[in-house]
């Protein structure tokens, strides 16, 4: 019966395999998707797409932008239609903070046992935060946010400007397109490394997190 569900996309579970859309799907999750759901704007989708490293597989992103809307990014918040779409959405972004504070954030209130730093300088240290838990954080961190000036080859490759992540569009949604995002911004590999997704690839709409 699984079998004929999962054949059928009628039902399909996906255990999560990577952080792309931490916190809010975490690495490890239990999910199940439907291609009953219609999707929309603001679900997480699963789409089929092929790579020279993993083949034909399948892939999970927020649907952030539908055929014909508008999508830009400025200084790292996004915009659909000229609505900030990022606010009130618990995100995970690229901060910066001192070699010093790396022991009062692991000490913090927060789980934050898989925390991943890297060091950037002699003094500072760069780290995936969740943005509500940087609001609640006693000391300073300070975003990291790709400069306007800076050209992402990838990015430039795919849609022929000179953006990057953080700076991106406007572009218009190209009919029977999507446009997707990871929610945790800094550690993803989406549209906007990868292009609009093909409508037609999307396999289902996830309904369920554990």
Known sequence: MYYVLGLTRLLVFYNMATPANEPNMSIGSKTLATNLISPNVGDFIC????????????????????????????????????????????????YKTEKENLNKIKESKFDFDNLAFQRLDSVNFKLLLEDFMVDKLDFNVTRLIEDSRFIDNDIQT??????????????????????????????TFDSRNIGFIDKEKITGVIFIII
Do not use: M
Request: hydrophobic share 45%.
């Open 47 to 94: 789409y089929n797409f092929e790579d020279t490293f993993l083949g034909n597989h399948v892939r999970v992103h927020r649907l952030v932008a539908a055929e014909f809307d508008t999508i830009k990014i400025i200084n790292g918040v996004v915009f659909v239609n000229n609505i900030n779409i990022d606010e009130n959405r618990n995100l995970v972004h690229l």
């Open 158 to 187: 795919i849609y022929n400007k000179a953006w990057n992540k953080d700076n991106f569009g406007p572009i218009v949604v190209p009919k029977n397109k999507v446009f997707v995002l990871g929610d945790s911004r800094d550690a």
